[in-house]
Structures are given as structure tokens and as C-alpha cells.
């Protein structure tokens, strides 16, 4: 892309930048809170391209001037360092430019949401809800290197070990953005502990990551939902089998697809603390129904980009985890390592890193940067 192509489209976006810095300090703006989130995250997206804009303009300037010295100056120690400017300002220019074209590239505005992290036992039985504990384990190793915080929602033991299904909850930084290319079948390979004759069998287990929804994003009658309490059970505590505070909603709501009413039950045991789980389990079903609400622009998303990294189909086969060879294969892009073990430790940004890379280059060539 040419010099001049790349300032044009940063000066394009500088009126729009001045223009947010306008409404975000208007107070009918700030009072009503979806637009004004809305427009604060454009606002932080704007300034990080206007701080590009500022450094690539003042770059080409430092190489202009740099250029004319050399035509110019008659003084050797002058144009050694007017040659040693466009050297490094030269050097600088492609990997600006690189940045520059990623952060044109238009950001999802679900990237930066904490998101609902759902795990379960497919195909495979014991084994499948075995490696399904074996993902949340690897995902919560992931989320401790992140910084990041993971509270189980729900969770459903399997009977040797493991989960049939696990949900949490987690929250930090650009939590969505990273982890939603896990969504999808992840497939293992090895001998299940219960194999007598030492035989590799094939087992599944589900990935879904869904962006938390903002309470403004959902529509939701908080006068119609029905509520239980019950008492919750597990290992240890006094209040075990004796307080209430375990919670149960239920909702009816209309598939706007379909047109059918859905009756949604939600249980929430997560604290000790009745109110929390009751809130906990609001976010829940605001984060279902948007996320149900929100499939249909993914999938025109997809449709439209046919991007092999994060298309939002939940039941593509995304990975295979080959324990005899140690070998972890995402089909996606071809990414095949040896080193299952530190992966299943949570070692996975490499393999997140080269997907972010490898859905950059689709959307560039989509936006013709």
C-alpha cells in the first residue's frame, strides 16, 4: 500500500475521532449508557490509530527531510547523520505500516467482553468426560499465566472423573477476543485409563465460548422469571445440605428464528452467598439469549468471510490431541506441535497466537489493506 493510500485512510478516520471526543463528554450521551459504552471503545480504538497517524506522518517527514540533507548538505558530519535518519526511519516504515494495517482492520466489538466458558463430555463416555476435565484444566492454567479469573458456574462430574459439562465464568483482559477461537469439537487420542488390552480409542468433548452480555444489550422481563432455591452439595462447608443457597431460573422467552417460546433453566451454585448466585445467574441468561440473538450476525459474518479460523461453528472439529505421538493438530490451519504436555499445562498461546495471525491475513485481504 502506498504512502499516500494509508495516510488517506487515517485521515479519514480522524474526523470521526474528533467527533466521539465530542459526544462522549455530551451528558444525553452519557446518560444513556449502551451508546455511551458503544462509543468509549470506539473512542480507545480511534486513539490508538491516531497515535499510528502521528508517528507514521512524522516518520515520512524525519525521511523527507532526511533525503533533501543528503542532496543538499555539503557538511560530512551533517550528512552522516541525515544518512543514519533515513536509515532507521526506513527501517522503522514496513513494521508501522504493518501495525497500522492490523489496527485498520475493523476490531469486533465482542473482543474485549469476559466471556462464559462451556465445556462438555461428547462422544467417548467416561474417557470423553475424563478429557473434558483435562480441557478445563488446561484452560484454567491458561487463565492463572493470562491474569486472568475463572469461577466455575455449574458443573456436572463424570462418574470415573472429569465433567459431562462444566461452565465458568471468566473475566480479564480481552478475555473473548483470545479464547474464542477455542470454540469447537476438540478430539483426543490415547488409551483410555479403562482399556484393558491398551488400545488407542477416540473421544470428544464440546468448547463454547460466548461473550458476556452487557445488561443493556438484552431485553429481559425480570418479572417473569421464576425462581427456586435449593440446597447446595459438595465437599466441605457448614452450610452444605442445610442452607439454601443454591438458585434455579427459569424464563420463558421467544426464539426470534423461530417464533417458538423456549423455556430456559439456569442453576447457579457457584458462591455460598444466595443473592450472588441469583445475579450470577442473570448474566447467564442475558448471555444465552444474546448470544442466541447474536448467532445469526456471526453466521453472516462467516458466510460472508468463509474464514477457516473462527467461523462460529461450534461443531467443527477444531483440534485433535494425539497422546501416543504428543502431537496437538489444529485443523484449522494446519498447526501440528509436539509438546502435549505443557499444552495440556495451559502452554497454549503459540497455537492462539499463530490463529490470531493466520485470521488478521484473511480479514487484511477482505479490507484490501
Request: with cysteine.
Amino acid at each position: 500500500m502506498a504512502d499516500n493510500d494509508i495516510l488517506q485512510k487515517l485521515d479519514g478516520l480522524s474526523a470521526r475521532f474528533d467527533e466521539i471526543s465530542t459526544l462522549i463528554t455530551d451528558p444525553s450521551v452519557i446518560a444513556d449508557q449502551g451508546r455511551y459504552v458503544k462509543l468509549s471503545k470506539e473512542y480507545k480504538d480511534l486513539e490508538r490509530i491516531m497515535a499510528a497517524r502521528k508517528e507514521y506522518s512524522q516518520l515520512l517527514q524525519s525521511m523527507e527531510e532526511g533525503k533533501q540533507l543528503l542532496l543538499t548538505e555539503d557538511d560530512p558530519e551533517l550528512r552522516e547523520m541525515a544518512r543514519e535518519e533515513v536509515a532507521t526511519c526506513e527501517e522503522r516504515k514496513p513494521k508501522l505500516e504493518e501495525e497500522i494495517k492490523l489496527l485498520l482492520i475493523p476490531q469486533d466489538p465482542e473482543d474485549g467482553k469476559n466471556a462464559i466458558l462451556e465445556i462438555r463430555g461428547g462422544t467417548g463416555g467416561d474417557e470423553a468426560a475424563l478429557f473434558a476435565g483435562d480441557l478445563f484444566r488446561m484452560y484454567t492454567k491458561y487463565a492463572e499465566r493470562k491474569g486472568w479469573k475463572l469461577d466455575i458456574s455449574s458443573a456436572s462430574e463424570g462418574s470415573v472423573g472429569g465433567f459431562k459439562e462444566v461452565i465458568c465464568y471468566v473475566s480479564g483482559q480481552d478475555v473473548y477476543g483470545t479464547l474464542k477461537y477455542e470454540s469447537g469439537v476438540h478430539r483426543v487420542q490415547r488409551v483410555p485409563v479403562t482399556e484393558t488390552q491398551g488400545r488407542v480409542h477416540t473421544s470428544a468433548a464440546t468448547v463454547a465460548v460466548l461473550p458476556e452480555a452487557d445488561q443493556f444489550e438484552v431485553q429481559i422481563n425480570e418479572g417473569e422469571i421464576r425462581w427456586d432455591t435449593f440446597r447446595s452439595s459438595g465437599a466441605g462447608g457448614q452450610n452444605v445440605n442445610k442452607v439454601e443457597s443454591g438458585v434455579r431460573l427459569r424464563y420463558n422467552w421467544k426464539n426470534p428464528v423461530t417464533g417458538q417460546v423456549e423455556e430456559i433453566l439456569i442453576e447457579c451454585t457457584e458462591t455460598r452467598d444466595q443473592p450472588k448466585n441469583k445475579e450470577r445467574a442473570l448474566a447467564r441468561l442475558r448471555t444465552f439469549i444474546y448470544d442466541k440473538e447474536h448467532q445469526k450476525y456471526v453466521d453472516d459474518i462467516a458466510n460472508r468471510r468463509k474464514t477457516l479460523v473462527s467461523t462460529g461453528d461450534r461443531s467443527a472439529k477444531i483440534r485433535t490431541y494425539n497422546y501416543p505421538q504428543g502431537r496437538i493438530t489444529d485443523h484449522r490451519i494446519g498447526y501440528t506441535i509436539y509438546n502435549l504436555p505443557a499444552f495440556m499445562d495451559g502452554d497454549i498461546q503459540d497455537c492462539i497466537d499463530h490463529l490470531i495471525v493466520a485470521e488478521n491475513a484473511e480479514r487484511m485481504k477482505e479490507a484490501e489493506l
